[in-house]
Structures are given as structure tokens and as C-alpha cells.
């Protein structure tokens, strides 16, 4: 059975830096917006270590840890959280760039969907999901080979967005368990419905901080 090369620097890995390839402008995303939204350290952007535990007391997540990713151009820092049980994780990762122009660079040039091929993508979902202010969205399952995919269930789902001058990612993993000597892979997925209950939130609380003056987030 294959080793599986992790994601993040979590309990499931370490983070992805993305691969090349361009998408269509505006797939899964609101256009771009009138006005200029704040400039704010991504230390004010990042959801609060307490936010997860908050929003879904039931699931029992923990922050795991709070990493700052030191680049040339830019300011990026990331935010991860597990369960209690380390069946799955969150990670929540800002990259602000110096202007609008720089990020919609990023944002195509770094598009998660075909990173490696410990990561392919096996479903592009940016239909079901439009945002509430970010200007270009992705959703994507990028199940490792040996996991089953569907809607009903996988195991590493992304939610890609830019919001202005800032780039986001949001990466939901299935815990690892187990499979035979020296050897892990990643554990039952979820659905994208629930995926999406953890985008909206992450979205919308985005979406506040960095509100443009003229719009305001439904």
C-alpha cells in the first residue's frame, strides 16, 4: 500500500506550495466589487483560535497550532485546528500580496487543483458554492489515490478564494490511521454539504473583516 505525502504542517502534513495552472476568472466566485477593502495584518484576518470550537461545539475541535510562513513577497500565516480524537483537520491559511493584481497572479498561478500526484483532483464543486464577497472561488475534493470520492464523501477538500489584495485556503482532511508497518492513510471523508458548512463560515467571517466599504456581506 502507498505512503501518503501529507498536506499540512498538522497532524496531516505539511503545507502544499501549488502548482501552475490557470482557471477561467469568476468560476464559483462573486465578480470583482466597487470600493477597497482594508489593508490588515493576516494576524487580523485568520479566524480566532477559539472560533472552531465555537461554531461547532459538538465536533470537539482543538487549535492545534498558528504558523507563520515566511515569504518573498507577502505577509502569510496559517491557523490549524484538530479533533479531539485527531479524526480530522482544519487549516485556514491567509496570504495577503501588495495589491489586487498580485493576488489574482497567486490565486491562478498557485491553484491547488493539480499540486502533485499525492493530491490530484477528482472534483472540481466551484459551482455549488458562491461566496459572499471574494472576488475568483474554488471548491475541489483532492482525494489521494487509494480513498473513494464522491459529493457523498471525501477526505481533502479545498476551498481556494481571493478577496482583494488576500488569498485564502481552507483545507478539511480526514484524520490518518493506520495501515500496516510505517504506513498511514488518510481516514472516512465527509460530504461536500458539510464541507460547505465549514466554507460558509470561514467565508462570512472573512468576509467581515475584510468588508468593502460600499457592500455589505449578507
Same mark, same amino acid.
Given at each position: 500500500?502507498?505512503?501518503?505525502?501529507?498536506?499540512?504542517?498538522?497532524?496531516?502534513?505539511? /503545507?502544499i506550495v501549488a502548482a501552475v495552472l490557470m482557471m477561467p476568472?469568476? !468560476?464559483?466566485?462573486?465578480? #470583482?466589487?466597487?470600493? =477597497?477593502?482594508?489593508?490588515?495584518?493576516?494576524?487580523?484576518?485568520?479566524?480566532?483560535?477559539?472560533?472552531?470550537?465555537?461554531?461547532?461545539?459538538? =465536533?470537539?475541535?482543538?487549535?492545534?497550532?498558528?504558523?507563520?510562513?515566511?515569504?518573498?513577497?507577502? =505577509?502569510?500565516?496559517?491557523?490549524?485546528?484538530?479533533?479531539?480524537?485527531?479524526?480530522?483537520?482544519?487549516?485556514?491559511?491567509?496570504?495577503? /500580496?501588495?495589491?489586487?493584481? #498580485?493576488?489574482?497572479?497567486?490565486?491562478?498561478?498557485?491553484?491547488?487543483?493539480?499540486?502533485?500526484? #499525492?493530491?490530484?483532483?477528482?472534483?472540481? $464543486?466551484?459551482?455549488? *458554492?458562491?461566496?459572499?464577497? $471574494?472576488?475568483?472561488?474554488?471548491?475541489? !475534493?483532492? $482525494?489521494?489515490?487509494?480513498?473513494?470520492?464522491?459529493? =457523498?464523501? !471525501?477526505? $481533502?477538500?479545498? *476551498?481556494?478564494?481571493? *478577496?482583494?489584495?488576500?488569498?485564502?485556503?481552507?483545507?478539511?482532511?480526514?484524520?490518518?490511521?493506520?495501515?500496516?508497518?510505517?504506513?498511514?492513510?488518510?481516514?472516512?471523508?465527509?460530504?461536500?454539504?458539510?464541507?460547505?458548512?465549514?466554507?460558509?463560515?470561514?467565508d462570512e467571517q472573512v468576509s467581515r473583516?475584510?468588508?468593502?466599504?460600499?457592500?455589505?456581506?449578507?
Amino acid at each position: 500500500m502507498r505512503r501518503i505525502v501529507n498536506r499540512r504542517s498538522s497532524p496531516v502534513g505539511s /503545507l502544499i506550495v501549488a502548482a501552475v495552472l490557470m482557471m477561467p476568472l469568476g !468560476c464559483g466566485g462573486s465578480s #470583482d466589487a466597487g470600493g =477597497e477593502r482594508p489593508v490588515l495584518p493576516v494576524d487580523r484576518v485568520l479566524a480566532p483560535p477559539g472560533f472552531v470550537a465555537r461554531q461547532w461545539p459538538e =465536533e470537539k475541535w482543538e487549535l492545534y497550532n498558528t504558523v507563520t510562513v515566511p515569504l518573498s513577497k507577502g =505577509e502569510h500565516r496559517s491557523r490549524s485546528w484538530t479533533t479531539a480524537d485527531r479524526s480530522a483537520t482544519l487549516d485556514q491559511a491567509i496570504h495577503r /500580496l501588495a495589491n489586487g493584481g #498580485d493576488a489574482h497572479s497567486v490565486f491562478r498561478r498557485e491553484d491547488p487543483r493539480s499540486y502533485d500526484e #499525492d493530491f490530484p483532483l477528482r472534483i472540481d $464543486a466551484s459551482s455549488r *458554492y458562491h461566496s459572499v464577497s $471574494a472576488e475568483e472561488s474554488r471548491v475541489y !475534493c483532492l $482525494a489521494p489515490d487509494g480513498s473513494r470520492w464522491s459529493l =457523498e464523501g !471525501c477526505n $481533502a477538500w479545498t *476551498y481556494w478564494a481571493r *478577496y482583494g489584495q488576500y488569498v485564502l485556503r481552507l483545507d478539511y482532511t480526514g484524520g490518518l490511521e493506520p495501515a500496516g508497518s510505517d504506513t498511514f492513510v488518510l481516514g472516512s471523508g465527509i460530504p461536500l454539504t458539510k464541507f460547505l458548512d465549514y466554507v460558509v463560515a470561514f467565508d462570512e467571517q472573512v468576509s467581515r473583516i475584510l468588508r468593502i466599504p460600499s457592500a455589505t456581506p449578507s
